[in-house]
């Protein structure tokens, strides 16, 4: 199954794993530890973040290391810009709607 960043970031579990893993390299065991679901549920998010290519695992003599490669992030924030400067022209113009609203509610308290 081909797998997209869009993908990783769209589930919670997946999300806080990211935070954590932002802020520093841990084990899969580390990792686990820190949810209340099965440490298979936390190996399935591990698997498709890895696959999304935002996190690298690394094996280390017994133990596999999950550090964070957020680089892959910029794909969502290139997304999210288009959206962003629509919805700013958008509330611009409802401004500029309000503002003239109240111009003429103004003008027709004087008359």
Same mark, same amino acid.
């Given at each position: 199954?081909?797998?997209?960043?869009?993908?990783a970031i769209a589930?919670p579990?997946?999300?806080?794993?990211l =935070?954590?893993l932002?802020? /520093?390299t841990?084990?899969?065991?580390?990792v686990?530890?820190n949810?209340?679901? =099965?440490?298979?549920?936390?190996s399935?998010h591990?698997?498709i973040?890895n696959? $999304?290519?935002?996190i690298?695992?690394?094996?280390k003599?017994?133990?596999r290391? $999950?550090e964070a490669k957020l680089?892959?992030?910029n794909e969502? =924030?290139?997304?999210?810009? /288009?959206?962003? /400067?629509?919805?700013?022209?958008?509330?611009?113009?409802?401004?500029?709607?309000?503002? /003239?609203?109240q111009?003429?509610k103004?003008?027709?308290?004087? =008359?």
């Amino acid at each position: 199954m081909r797998r997209d960043v869009f993908q990783a970031i769209a589930d919670p579990t997946r999300r806080a794993i990211l =935070s954590l893993l932002a802020a /520093q390299t841990l084990t899969l065991n580390a990792v686990a530890e820190n949810f209340d679901i =099965s440490r298979p549920a936390i190996s399935k998010h591990i698997k498709i973040l890895n696959e $999304c290519g935002l996190i690298e695992i690394t094996d280390k003599g017994r133990e596999r290391y $999950c550090e964070a490669k957020l680089e892959k992030l910029n794909e969502v =924030s290139v997304w999210i810009e /288009q959206y962003k /400067q629509f919805w700013e022209t958008k509330l611009d113009a409802l401004e500029t709607y309000l503002d /003239q609203l109240q111009k003429d509610k103004n003008n027709d308290s004087l =008359s």
